[in-house]
């Protein structure tokens, strides 16, 4: 992907809630009162955007999506 403002999505229904999103870029990824993760509600700023991917590379469960859109975390 390259061009415009970048999204990550949590798909909740898969996050099984490790937290690793939110340990490797806390900036963009925080978690719940339940572990699970959550997205950013804005488009990550650019010099985020390549944390913001590692995060979504290293997520077990492949929950975190990139998008050129923002989605609604309920997915
Ligand atoms: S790393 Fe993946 S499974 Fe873990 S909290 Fe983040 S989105 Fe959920």
Redesign the pocket.
């Known amino acids: 992907m390259s061009g415009g403002a970048r999204h990550f999505a ?3 229904a ?11 870029a806390p900036e963009v ?1 925080t ?1 719940d009162d339940q ?3 959550r ?1 950013p509600s804005g488009a990550v700023p650019a010099g985020l955007v390549e944390l913001a991917r590692r ?2 590379d ?7 999506a990139e998008v050129t859109e923002p989605v609604r975390p309920a997915e």
Do not use: L
Not at 14 to 24: E, L, M, P, S, V
Not at 58 to 64: G, L, Q
């Open positions: 949590v798909r909740t898969k996050c099984a809630g490790y937290g690793i999103c939110a340990g490797i990824f978690v572990g699970y993760g997205g995060a979504a290293e997520c077990p469960m492949a929950a975190i």
